[in-house]
């Protein structure tokens, strides 16, 4: 049954107002793939926060023309999924890359990253980059590295007083 004109403009609007709001996203190639892949991929996809959404590729290219984003038009040849991940700009492309790598269906056509396309190459780059936890937990082992060094030396020392004291208690 064919969407009414009012029905269009709701979804414009819909990826419009998600465009303007998201971190990053990521324009996927869905064909091929079953119902229960499609759903399962959105449910490890809402898991992380990102939304997962279908589109006809003419809405998807006015909500993008609207945000004044540039895009190549041969993306455009197969059927398009959007996944828009609204809290970090790794997450989407990360399970998405994932999931590609267990259903050969999917493929990554580009992406949306700071109101630019980037190409597919980009976001198999951005899905590579450690997750914000792992970052942050390199950076607090960086800064702890040096403090533990310095507790390693303080106690060395101590430690050779010790030893030096027990020798001579030894000797007497």
């Known amino acids: 049954m064919a969407k009414t004109r009012t029905k269009k403009e709701e979804i414009v609007s819909k990826l419009d107002t998600q465009l303007s709001e998201v971190k990053a996203a990521v324009l996927v190639s869905y064909k091929g793939m079953k119902v229960n892949e499609t759903e399962e991929l959105r449910n490890i996809?809402?898991?992380?926060?990102?939304?997962?959404?279908?589109?006809?590729?003419?809405?998807?290219?006015?909500?993008?023309?609207?945000?004044g984003i540039e895009f190549?038009?041969?993306?455009?040849?197969?059927?398009?999924?959007?996944?828009f991940a609204n809290t970090d700009e790794v997450t989407a492309a990360k399970e998405i890359a994932l999931y590609a790598k267990k259903n050969e269906a999917?493929?990554?056509?580009?992406?949306?990253?700071?109101?630019?396309?980037?190409?597919?190459?980009?976001?198999?780059?951005?899905?590579?980059?450690?997750?914000?936890?792992e970052l942050l937990a390199k950076m607090v082992g960086s800064i702890a590295s040096p403090l533990s060094g310095m507790v390693n030396v303080m106690a060395g020392n101590l430690r050779g007083l010790v030893n030096v004291l027990k020798a001579a208690s030894d000797k007497q």
Do not use: H, Y
């Not at 926060?49 to 290219?61: H, P």
């Not at 455009?76 to 959007?82: D, G, M, Q, S």
């Not at 190459?121 to 899905?127: I, K, P």
């Open 45 to 67: 996809l809402r898991e992380k926060g990102v939304s997962f959404n279908v589109a006809k590729n003419t809405l998807v290219k006015i909500a993008l023309t609207k945000q």
């Open 72 to 83: 190549d038009k041969t993306i455009f040849e197969k059927p398009i999924a959007i996944a």
């Open 106 to 133: 999917i493929e990554i056509l580009g992406g949306i990253l700071e109101n630019k396309m980037i190409d597919a190459a980009m976001v198999s780059r951005l899905a590579s980059l450690p997750s914000r936890e």
